[in-house]
């Protein structure tokens, strides 16, 4: 996490894509990894369980006590969160609506249905 890209821009893309999946299922460390490598984005453990833990402290995210000490730590939204992630993604469409306005009018039905909870974007109109 050297350059200036990662610091000023990916890595609020990261925060913003754990929390998606915090919501959805719950993550832990190397999930987070793997779907992060996945998506074309090569983080260290390094990067990525200190940026969990700030996301925790900031109220976010909460990490469920594991049964077990060997078991991962699984963090799941907290309603904070989800109220950061519903304002988000309303940026996120207008935005992406802004810069990218092809692909949005490609997936419009997906930026409809992840707005419904938040501000309508200008594609749903
Ligand atoms: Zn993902």
Same mark, same amino acid.
């Given at each position: 996490?050297?350059?200036?890209?990662?610091?000023?821009?990916?890595?609020?893309?990261?925060?913003?894509?754990?929390?998606?999946?915090a919501?959805?299922?719950? !993550?832990?460390?190397?999930?987070?990894?793997?779907?992060?490598?996945?998506?074309?984005?090569?983080?260290?453990?390094?990067?990525?369980?200190?940026?969990?833990?700030?996301m925790a402290?900031?109220g976010w995210i909460r990490a469920a006590? *594991?049964?077990?000490?060997?078991?991962?730590?699984i963090y799941r939204i907290t309603?904070a969160g989800?109220? !950061?992630?519903? /304002?988000?993604?309303?940026?996120?469409?207008?935005?992406?609506?802004? !810069?990218? *306005?092809?692909? !949005?009018? /490609?997936?419009? /039905?997906?930026?409809?249905?992840?707005?419904?909870?938040?501000?309508?974007?200008?594609?749903?109109?």
């Amino acid at each position: 996490m050297s350059d200036a890209v990662t610091r000023e821009f990916l890595l609020a893309f990261w925060k913003i894509h754990i929390l998606h999946h915090a919501e959805e299922q719950g !993550v832990y460390g190397h999930w987070m990894l793997e779907e992060l490598h996945r998506h074309g984005y090569r983080l260290s453990p390094g990067t990525l369980y200190p940026l969990l833990a700030r996301m925790a402290r900031r109220g976010w995210i909460r990490a469920a006590t *594991p049964s077990r000490s060997r078991e991962a730590r699984i963090y799941r939204i907290t309603p904070a969160g989800s109220e !950061v992630l519903t /304002r988000l993604r309303a940026s996120l469409a207008e935005l992406q609506y802004e !810069v990218t *306005p092809t692909a !949005v009018r /490609r997936t419009s /039905r997906t930026a409809r249905k992840s707005s419904a909870a938040g501000r309508r974007p200008r594609a749903a109109r």
